[in-house]
């Protein structure tokens, strides 16, 4: 089975809400998109087209290479269908394979059931035809194998990323609350900012949106930060396509910005920690860090993006005392900030009246599962007019 070199559909999955951002990114990478949902993309291409996407992608959770697609109207007919799947021209028979679902089936009461008729189809068949059966189990380190069933509809994939893509490998030290990396990834895509002008990140924690802007504006795409993906380990796998894409990578990637990222916090311990990620991102030098209040972060004279991701009352803080931080937030951009586009991220949007100004645009987001929005401030120099 030449998966490397059969075009069939892929499915590129992401996080809700943020399939304009991955949509931007995959059409970047020149590849046309034949449909776009909520939560990902589908294009058309090989196991080898597969290896960019992984290596590229900001905004993608997995990416999917269809095997098959079929009616199952129940389990057996499921394990029946999957028998049929040259397994053993795909998953080296002394190796080891893991499987994850998405179902929708009236009779699966839990996916692990499903994952294990998966699992004991693969193994049989691989017996059957080699007399040895492979290892399996949950670790996503290896071959993956990806079930979607909804209903009778059932469609069997290779997931060619293994362990997400939305964690970007760098960030060691997560602190608290942290923003998922393709969240914060998404949300810098979805301002103004032109990447050739100030980015500056109040409030950093640890430093996911600094490092972030700092990858974005360097063209310093994740896959620098991860040499372990589960296309490595489908048979016919040639790792010199891999070498190439990452040399392409390097090449692509600048060192130095002439404008200034800046990210504060008034914890030293925070700063600390984004700091030490930033310097696993290999940004560590483009990021002016500032042990300070929000209030008395430096912003450079001209134009950029500053950019708040404030405590929003679910997991951290307390409400009286975060209404008082909101105020606080938007007098800095009203009197620091001129010049500027300023944005808030921010899951409560009782406090975000706190602001004291209005929003030109909010744009929806989840973060895990609340509602959220970044709220976009339009900061004039002088009068509007």
């Given at each position: 089975?030449?998966?490397?070199?059969?075009?069939?559909?892929?499915?590129?999955?992401?996080?809700?809400?943020?399939?304009?951002?991955?949509?931007?990114?995959?059409?970047?990478?020149?590849?046309?998109?034949?449909?776009?949902?909520?939560?990902?993309?589908?294009?058309?291409?090989?196991?080898?087209?597969?290896?960019p996407?992984?290596?590229?992608l900001?905004?993608?959770?997995q990416?999917?290479?269809?095997?098959?697609?079929?009616?199952a109207?129940n389990?057996?007919?499921?394990?029946k269908?999957l028998?049929e799947?040259?397994?053993?021209?795909?998953?080296d028979?002394?190796g080891?394979?893991?499987?994850?679902?998405?179902?929708?089936?009236e009779?699966?009461?839990?996916?692990?059931?499903?994952n294990?008729?998966?699992?004991?189809?693969?193994?049989?068949r691989i017996?059957?035809?080699?007399?040895?059966?492979?290892?399996?189990?949950?670790?996503?380190?290896?071959?993956?194998?990806?079930?979607?069933?909804k209903?009778?509809?059932?469609?069997?994939?290779?997931?060619?990323?293994g362990?997400?893509?939305?964690?970007?490998?760098?960030?060691?030290?997560?602190?608290k609350?942290?923003?998922?990396?393709?969240?914060?990834a998404?949300?810098?895509m979805?301002?103004r900012?032109?990447?050739?002008?100030?980015?500056?990140?109040?409030m950093?924690?640890?430093?996911?949106l600094a490092?972030?802007?700092?990858?974005?504006?360097?063209?310093?795409?994740?896959?620098?930060?991860?040499m372990?993906?589960?296309?490595?380990?489908?048979?016919?796998?040639?790792?010199?396509v891999?070498?190439?894409?990452r040399?392409?990578?390097?090449d692509?990637?600048t060192k130095?910005?002439?404008?200034k990222?800046?990210?504060?916090?008034?914890?030293?311990?925070?700063?600390d920690v984004?700091?030490?990620?930033?310097?696993?991102?290999?940004?560590?030098?483009?990021?002016?860090?500032?042990?300070?209040?929000?209030?008395?972060?430096e912003?450079p004279?001209?134009?950029?993006?500053?950019?708040f991701n404030?405590?929003?009352?679910?997991?951290?803080?307390?409400?009286?005392?975060l209404?008082?931080?909101?105020?606080?937030?938007?007098?800095?951009?009203?009197?620091?900030?001129?010049?500027y586009?300023g944005?808030?991220?921010t899951?409560?949007?009782?406090?975000?009246k706190?602001?004291?100004?209005?929003?030109?645009?909010?744009?929806?987001?989840?973060?895990?599962?609340?509602?959220?929005r970044?709220?976009e401030?339009?900061?004039?120099?002088?009068s509007r007019?």
């Amino acid at each position: 089975m030449q998966v490397f070199h059969t075009n069939r559909k892929i499915i590129i999955t992401c996080n809700k809400r943020l399939s304009p951002y991955l949509q931007q990114e995959v059409t970047e990478l020149g590849f046309d998109i034949k449909r776009a949902f909520s939560t990902g993309v589908e294009l058309e291409g090989t196991v080898t087209d597969c290896i960019p996407l992984n290596l590229n992608l900001r905004c993608a959770s997995q990416v999917l290479y269809s095997l098959k697609s079929f009616t199952a109207e129940n389990p057996a007919r499921l394990y029946k269908e999957l028998t049929e799947i040259a397994w053993e021209e795909l998953i080296d028979f002394s190796g080891y394979f893991s499987v994850t679902s998405n179902v929708d089936n009236e009779h699966i009461t839990t996916p692990l059931f499903a994952n294990v008729k998966v699992k004991d189809a693969i193994v049989d068949r691989i017996k059957e035809k080699k007399g040895i059966r492979p290892n399996s189990g949950p670790e996503q380190n290896k071959t993956v194998v990806h079930l979607y069933w909804k209903d009778e509809y059932a469609e069997i994939f290779l997931d060619t990323s293994g362990e997400t893509l939305a964690k970007h490998s760098y960030r060691k030290i997560p602190g608290k609350a942290p923003m998922l990396e393709a969240l914060a990834a998404s949300t810098i895509m979805a301002t103004r900012w032109d990447r050739k002008s100030a980015f500056v990140n109040p409030m950093c924690g640890s430093g996911t949106l600094a490092i972030e802007a700092a990858l974005l504006a360097t063209h310093k795409s994740p896959g620098f930060f991860r040499m372990n993906y589960a296309f490595m380990h489908i048979l016919g796998y040639d790792e010199t396509v891999f070498f190439t894409e990452r040399r392409k990578l390097k090449d692509q990637a600048t060192k130095t910005l002439d404008f200034k990222i800046i990210a504060s916090d008034i914890s030293a311990d925070a700063v600390d920690v984004a700091r030490r990620n930033a310097k696993t991102a290999g940004v560590d030098h483009l990021i002016d860090f500032q042990v300070c209040d929000f209030a008395e972060t430096e912003v450079p004279t001209g134009n950029g993006v500053v950019f708040f991701n404030p405590e929003y009352g679910e997991r951290l803080g307390t409400h009286t005392k975060l209404e008082a931080t909101y105020k606080r937030m938007g007098d800095f951009m009203k009197q620091h900030c001129k010049g500027y586009s300023g944005y808030i991220f921010t899951g409560n949007p009782d406090l975000a009246k706190k602001i004291g100004l209005r929003a030109s645009r909010r744009i929806e987001f989840y973060n895990g599962k609340l509602d959220c929005r970044l709220l976009e401030y339009e900061l004039y120099e002088g009068s509007r007019r």
